[in-house]
């Protein structure tokens, strides 16, 4: 029945920084989307979330901002920093090296 | 980075803010998830109680979320200190025991670190002090003697070690021509003593090498005090005139307050006069030490060693050039420190250890009202265990409470201290060197901060780890008893620690106890009560009479105070008088050859005394006869000797009738008589000394040249009753004489011995003080530790009882409990009194260190004190109503 995949250490922050980059959102929002573009095979944890984006922010990879949310409620919005930006494009590299050499090793033994 | 160290401030400081937004973060997350729960079908309650589970435990998050602001370590801290300031003004009464035993310990312990530091670890007052040594001439049997001039000058020009040195002796002078006759203080001091040590006058001048001569003209320095004194601290006394034994002395500065080198025989004086002025023949006699003590300045890097070596070859040249005089005598050199405070250190180092076993003491008493209280709140841990709280987090709750209430305890306690001090001072009048230097400064501060968190982590150690530990089921099973087995028995090893405590310090003072008590037992050898003694000093004008004149003078004024009315016996003491002076001289048995060298011959104490000394002191007379009236300067010279000379150098014949020599001219001295043996070196010490035998000359009978310059004389007299009116009777007969006499410095000989057993009493005292406070804490711990298991098992009691326990035998549970705790605790205090006492043997007299009847009658005082903190709860426990108890469940 457990279809959902635990996320690897880290990967989180990448998603979430991935999630950031067409716009700024706010954390229900960030999951719903990952749960939706991975076709609900992964499924953050709030318990993991909100950690982690706080986290960013202190690292100054997202910042925080409020906003109204799309029913004109008070929320926090999260937007990439210039410093997420590069971030993302450095863990992305890192991700798809990474992917790239398990597929090898799963194909070529 | 700026930016990162801002975000964390407003992370410190805006901290309802950030937690404000947090919570509406989380909130808008919930309400999110309703929202898209109840679009999918579900009904609005239903939607949020989804929500709510999907969401998980909202606090972990938080906590989680909080802990990435960096700031968490702070926060936390801050938060602990307020909870813990909210407990105390809860319980105010805990906190007050609390913080009274904490000021206790600390104030105890800070009062004597600050003597230990004024006294034993900072440096002397003066610059470079650790160039500073003393100067000794050696014999082989004492270490420590007198220099005599001309040796000390060879040893200055011969040196090669020595920046400087310098030598000074005792004296006084009558001052007259400034208001009433007044005997000073003085020292004869060589001219580069004061710069040796760096000491400035203020104003003025020290002495020039020129006028360290005899024949130059007479130069004085005075102290601050009798500037003030006689001189209204005016700067113009500078070059003026002082009249001392009647002679002009012009000053030439003034010595600053304070300045005491407590060494030797060396005393603040109001006078200073250069040595080299001193007019007496003796001064260049290189066989008389006339109590000159040196001091010395090392060259930069020269060891103390290296200065021994040095003044060793010198010594040995000096040997060989005036055998007569110097062979066998050898030089000592020892670092000023040491010879000013030595003595005291193993005193200091053994309160500080004793005052420090009162502050374990005391943390383990607040460890048990800690972990007693935990008790009640292992509820409260559990639960927040269970909501998530860590271990750390938790034990850092209860350190920071102990640790909250140490400092305030420092505070309270350094006021104690201070005040205490001073009150520790008292007991010690004057016999304490650098007493003027204790007070409340940088190091004694930091000491204070130090053990105050040393003792606050201390004592929440046991308890905050014990908290932590508890099983989260357990304790909520056992509807927040506790799992009471294994704290007990902390508390039980707790009980024993302070008990074991309790006893060492007990034991020790009981020792020190019964060495005063040996002390007071020690027969002086003579009786100090109604004994009374001063110094008489004959009118300066009388320095230049005739010798015949002098002795009748002094004649008269024996007469004169023996015929007061209330003086029963009354006599002149020149010489060793017990504990006070100290004079010796070469002698050798008239029936032997006369030994080449002094150093070959014998020593004894000599005392010049009048017929009346013996009645006067209260001396018994064993053989022979005393002096009588008859007995002087015409007569046949005669001397009365005491046992110990008897027994040394007569010891299988009677003395009576024997004779001995003190030089080759004129009649041997035949001995008299008998006398017992007085202690003259102290009622502990004079065991120990080399030089017992003791030799008694009579007053009547001291040559012309010695009465030439007679300045003053000791006298004693046994009196009915020791009051002022009776001394002023005395003052007034002997100013009647002659109104330029003077007569100072009156003591009682029962003050005399009593100042020669101040230090072992003020050691005494205070252990005695530290170990009741012992006694008690170890008493109340105990006391509390049976109430509260009592209190724990108040249900079991119950039980007990209404299955049919008789209340004997709860009270005997109680009991037994208790007194196995003591019981343990006292073998183990036994055990390391046995070790510890040891280093005490130095202070003790008349006592073993191991002394078999004070180990027991402690370890049963204390098994007795364990035993009545143990009734009240034993008893309270037999008083259990069953049913009560039962139905509190």
């Given at each position: 029945m457990n279809k959902k995949t635990d996320l690897l250490q880290g990967t989180l922050d990448l998603l979430i920084l991935k999630t950031l980059q067409p716009g700024p959102t706010h954390g229900w929002d960030i999951a719903q989307r990952i749960r939706q573009v991975s076709e609900d095979t992964l499924s953050v944890n709030q318990g993991s979330l909100y950690p982690a984006l706080h986290r960013l922010e202190a690292q100054g990879w997202i910042a925080p901002e409020w906003g109204e949310s799309d029913n004109n409620r008070r929320a926090k919005f999260y937007r990439l920093t210039a410093a997420g930006r590069r971030q993302l494009a450095a863990q992305t590299e890192a991700w798809e090296r990474f992917a790239r050499a398990v597929g090898l090793i799963l194909q070529n033994t | 980075m700026k930016s990162e160290l801002w975000r964390r401030l407003r992370a410190l400081f805006r901290r309802s803010e950030m937690e404000g937004e947090l919570d509406e973060e989380l909130r808008f997350h919930v309400e999110k998830e309703t929202e898209r729960n109840v679009a999918r079908g579900m009904s609005p309650g239903e939607a949020r109680r989804v929500a709510l589970v999907e969401f998980g435990g909202s606090e972990r998050v938080r906590e989680e979320c909080r802990d990435v602001r960096g700031v968490r370590p702070l926060e936390d801290l801050w938060q602990d200190f307020r909870y813990g300031l909210r407990l105390m003004r809860k319980s105010p009464g805990f906190t007050a025991v609390v913080v009274a035993t904490f000021a206790l310990g600390i104030g105890a312990n800070v009062a004597i670190f600050s003597v230990l530091n004024a006294v034993l670890l900072k440096p002397l007052p003066y610059p470079q002090p650790e160039q500073l040594v003393t100067l000794h001439q050696s014999k082989p049997n004492f270490d420590t003697g007198a220099v005599p001039y001309p040796n000390f000058l060879d040893l200055r020009k011969e040196n090669r070690t020595f920046s400087a040195m310098a030598v000074t002796r005792t004296t006084g002078f009558s001052l007259t021509g400034a208001g009433e006759p007044e005997r000073v203080s003085a020292q004869y001091v060589s001219a580069d003593f004061f710069s040796l040590l760096g000491i400035d006058p203020l104003p003025g001048r020290t002495f020039a090498p020129g006028e360290d001569e005899r024949g130059a003209p007479p130069v004085a320095l005075i102290g601050a005090d009798l500037w003030r004194r006689k001189f209204n601290s005016a700067p113009d006394v500078l070059g003026k005139g002082i009249n001392l034994d009647d002679r002009s002395y012009t000053v030439v500065g003034v010595i600053p307050v304070g300045f005491n080198l407590r060494v030797n025989v060396f005393r603040q004086s109001d006078v200073y006069v250069p040595i080299g002025q001193w007019e007496t023949p003796m001064l260049q006699n290189r066989g008389a030490a006339l109590s000159l003590h040196g001091v010395g300045r090392l060259k930069p890097g020269v060891t103390v060693e290296q200065a021994q070596a040095d003044l060793d070859r010198v010594m040995r040249d000096l040997a060989a050039a005036y055998p007569a005089t110097n062979s066998g005598n050898g030089a000592k050199v020892l670092p000023l420190k040491e010879r000013i405070?030595?003595?005291?250190?193993?005193?200091?180092?053994?309160?500080?250890?004793?005052?420090?076993?009162?502050?374990?003491?005391?943390?383990?008493?607040?460890?048990?009202?800690?972990?007693?209280?935990?008790?009640?709140?292992?509820?409260?841990?559990?639960?927040?265990?269970?909501?998530?709280?860590?271990?750390?987090?938790?034990?850092?709750?209860?350190?920071?409470?102990?640790?909250?209430?140490?400092?305030?305890?420092?505070?309270?306690?350094?006021?104690?201290?201070?005040?205490?001090?001073?009150?520790?001072?008292?007991?010690?009048?004057?016999?304490?060197?650098?007493?003027?230097?204790?007070?409340?400064?940088?190091?004694?501060?930091?000491?204070?901060?130090?053990?105050?968190?040393?003792?606050?982590?201390?004592?929440?150690?046991?308890?905050?780890?014990?908290?932590?530990?508890?099983?989260?089921?357990?304790?909520?099973?056992?509807?927040?008893?506790?799992?009471?087995?294994?704290?007990?028995?902390?508390?039980?090893?707790?009980?024993?620690?302070?008990?074991?405590?309790?006893?060492?310090?007990?034991?020790?003072?009981?020792?020190?106890?019964?060495?005063?008590?040996?002390?007071?037992?020690?027969?002086?050898?003579?009786?100090?009560?109604?004994?009374?003694?001063?110094?008489?000093?004959?009118?300066?004008?009388?320095?230049?009479?005739?010798?015949?004149?002098?002795?009748?003078?002094?004649?008269?004024?024996?007469?004169?105070?023996?015929?007061?009315?209330?003086?029963?016996?009354?006599?002149?003491?020149?010489?060793?008088?017990?504990?006070?002076?100290?004079?010796?001289?070469?002698?050798?048995?008239?029936?032997?050859?006369?030994?080449?060298?002094?150093?070959?011959?014998?020593?004894?104490?000599?005392?010049?005394?009048?017929?009346?000394?013996?009645?006067?002191?209260?001396?018994?007379?064993?053989?022979?006869?005393?002096?009588?009236?008859?007995?002087?300067?015409?007569?046949?010279?005669?001397?009365?000797?005491?046992?110990?000379?008897?027994?040394?150098?007569?010891?299988?014949?009677?003395?009576?009738?024997?004779?001995?020599?003190?030089?080759?001219?004129?009649?041997?001295?035949?001995?008299?008589?008998?006398?017992?043996?007085?202690?003259?070196?102290?009622?502990?010490?004079?065991?120990?000394?080399?030089?017992?035998?003791?030799?008694?000359?009579?007053?009547?009978?001291?040559?012309?040249?010695?009465?030439?310059?007679?300045?003053?004389?000791?006298?004693?007299?046994?009196?009915?009753?020791?009051?002022?009116?009776?001394?002023?009777?005395?003052?007034?007969?002997?100013?009647?004489?002659?109104?330029?006499?003077?007569?100072?410095?009156?003591?009682?000989?029962?003050?005399?011995?009593?100042?020669?057993?101040?230090?072992?009493?003020?050691?005494?005292?205070?252990?005695?003080?530290?170990?009741?406070?012992?006694?008690?804490?170890?008493?109340v711990g105990l006391y509390g530790v049976i109430s509260y298991l009592v209190g724990q098992r108040t249900h079991e009691f119950g039980i007990r009882l209404a299955l049919g326990a008789r209340p004997r035998d709860i009270f005997r549970l109680v009991l037994s409990r208790g007194l196995t705790m003591a019981l343990v605790g006292v073998v183990i205090g036994l055990a390391a009194a046995l070790g510890l006492t040891r280093l005490m043997t130095g202070m003790l007299y008349g006592v073993s260190a191991t002394d078999p009847a004070t180990f027991t009658i402690i370890a049963m005082l204390l098994t007795a004190v364990a035993l009545l903190a143990c009734l009240i709860p034993a008893i309270r426990a037999t008083k259990v109503d069953p049913m009560v108890a039962l139905r509190d469940e």
């Amino acid at each position: 029945m457990n279809k959902k995949t635990d996320l690897l250490q880290g990967t989180l922050d990448l998603l979430i920084l991935k999630t950031l980059q067409p716009g700024p959102t706010h954390g229900w929002d960030i999951a719903q989307r990952i749960r939706q573009v991975s076709e609900d095979t992964l499924s953050v944890n709030q318990g993991s979330l909100y950690p982690a984006l706080h986290r960013l922010e202190a690292q100054g990879w997202i910042a925080p901002e409020w906003g109204e949310s799309d029913n004109n409620r008070r929320a926090k919005f999260y937007r990439l920093t210039a410093a997420g930006r590069r971030q993302l494009a450095a863990q992305t590299e890192a991700w798809e090296r990474f992917a790239r050499a398990v597929g090898l090793i799963l194909q070529n033994t | 980075m700026k930016s990162e160290l801002w975000r964390r401030l407003r992370a410190l400081f805006r901290r309802s803010e950030m937690e404000g937004e947090l919570d509406e973060e989380l909130r808008f997350h919930v309400e999110k998830e309703t929202e898209r729960n109840v679009a999918r079908g579900m009904s609005p309650g239903e939607a949020r109680r989804v929500a709510l589970v999907e969401f998980g435990g909202s606090e972990r998050v938080r906590e989680e979320c909080r802990d990435v602001r960096g700031v968490r370590p702070l926060e936390d801290l801050w938060q602990d200190f307020r909870y813990g300031l909210r407990l105390m003004r809860k319980s105010p009464g805990f906190t007050a025991v609390v913080v009274a035993t904490f000021a206790l310990g600390i104030g105890a312990n800070v009062a004597i670190f600050s003597v230990l530091n004024a006294v034993l670890l900072k440096p002397l007052p003066y610059p470079q002090p650790e160039q500073l040594v003393t100067l000794h001439q050696s014999k082989p049997n004492f270490d420590t003697g007198a220099v005599p001039y001309p040796n000390f000058l060879d040893l200055r020009k011969e040196n090669r070690t020595f920046s400087a040195m310098a030598v000074t002796r005792t004296t006084g002078f009558s001052l007259t021509g400034a208001g009433e006759p007044e005997r000073v203080s003085a020292q004869y001091v060589s001219a580069d003593f004061f710069s040796l040590l760096g000491i400035d006058p203020l104003p003025g001048r020290t002495f020039a090498p020129g006028e360290d001569e005899r024949g130059a003209p007479p130069v004085a320095l005075i102290g601050a005090d009798l500037w003030r004194r006689k001189f209204n601290s005016a700067p113009d006394v500078l070059g003026k005139g002082i009249n001392l034994d009647d002679r002009s002395y012009t000053v030439v500065g003034v010595i600053p307050v304070g300045f005491n080198l407590r060494v030797n025989v060396f005393r603040q004086s109001d006078v200073y006069v250069p040595i080299g002025q001193w007019e007496t023949p003796m001064l260049q006699n290189r066989g008389a030490a006339l109590s000159l003590h040196g001091v010395g300045r090392l060259k930069p890097g020269v060891t103390v060693e290296q200065a021994q070596a040095d003044l060793d070859r010198v010594m040995r040249d000096l040997a060989a050039a005036y055998p007569a005089t110097n062979s066998g005598n050898g030089a000592k050199v020892l670092p000023l420190k040491e010879r000013i405070v030595g003595r005291l250190r193993p005193t200091l180092w053994m309160l500080l250890g004793a005052v420090g076993f009162v502050l374990l003491i005391a943390c383990v008493n607040v460890s048990n009202l800690l972990l007693a209280r935990s008790t009640g709140r292992a509820r409260e841990f559990a639960i927040r265990a269970a909501m998530g709280a860590g271990r750390w987090r938790l034990i850092r709750q209860t350190l920071a409470e102990s640790l909250l209430l140490a400092p305030i305890g420092c505070g309270l306690g350094l006021l104690l201290a201070s005040w205490g001090t001073r009150a520790a001072l008292g007991l010690l009048p004057a016999t304490l060197p650098r007493a003027e230097e204790i007070g409340l400064d940088a190091p004694v501060l930091l000491f204070a901060v130090g053990i105050s968190l040393l003792t606050g982590l201390l004592a929440g150690l046991a308890p905050a780890l014990k908290t932590s530990r508890w099983r989260l089921s357990e304790t909520l099973k056992e509807g927040g008893r506790g799992a009471s087995s294994g704290r007990a028995r902390a508390q039980g090893v707790f009980v024993a620690v302070e008990i074991a405590l309790a006893l060492v310090l007990l034991v020790g003072a009981g020792l020190m106890i019964r060495t005063l008590g040996a002390l007071w037992e020690v027969d002086p050898g003579f009786r100090p009560n109604d004994v009374l003694t001063f110094n008489l000093n004959l009118s300066p004008s009388m320095r230049t009479a005739e010798p015949a004149a002098v002795r009748a003078a002094l004649r008269e004024l024996s007469d004169g105070i023996s015929s007061v009315p209330g003086v029963r016996a009354a006599s002149f003491a020149d010489g060793a008088v017990p504990m006070l002076d100290e004079n010796d001289l070469y002698f050798w048995l008239a029936d032997q050859p006369k030994p080449a060298t002094t150093s070959e011959m014998h020593t004894a104490l000599v005392t010049e005394v009048e017929p009346g000394y013996l009645a006067a002191m209260g001396i018994p007379l064993k053989r022979g006869r005393f002096f009588a009236r008859q007995d002087d300067e015409r007569s046949p010279p005669v001397v009365v000797i005491d046992e110990s000379f008897a027994r040394k150098y007569f010891p299988n014949a009677d003395p009576v009738g024997k004779r001995i020599r003190f030089d080759d001219e004129g009649d041997a001295s035949q001995i008299v008589g008998v006398v017992g043996h007085v202690k003259q070196w102290g009622l502990d010490a004079d065991d120990e000394q080399s030089l017992q035998s003791q030799l008694y000359v009579p007053f009547r009978a001291v040559p012309d040249d010695a009465l030439r310059g007679v300045g003053g004389v000791r006298v004693v007299a046994r009196m009915d009753g020791l009051t002022p009116a009776l001394f002023d009777s005395i003052r007034r007969v002997v100013q009647s004489r002659n109104s330029q006499n003077i007569i100072s410095r009156p003591q009682t000989m029962e003050e005399v011995i009593a100042v020669s057993l101040a230090a072992r009493r003020f050691s005494m005292t205070l252990l005695n003080v530290f170990a009741a406070a012992a006694l008690l804490l170890a008493g109340v711990g105990l006391y509390g530790v049976i109430s509260y298991l009592v209190g724990q098992r108040t249900h079991e009691f119950g039980i007990r009882l209404a299955l049919g326990a008789r209340p004997r035998d709860i009270f005997r549970l109680v009991l037994s409990r208790g007194l196995t705790m003591a019981l343990v605790g006292v073998v183990i205090g036994l055990a390391a009194a046995l070790g510890l006492t040891r280093l005490m043997t130095g202070m003790l007299y008349g006592v073993s260190a191991t002394d078999p009847a004070t180990f027991t009658i402690i370890a049963m005082l204390l098994t007795a004190v364990a035993l009545l903190a143990c009734l009240i709860p034993a008893i309270r426990a037999t008083k259990v109503d069953p049913m009560v108890a039962l139905r509190d469940e």
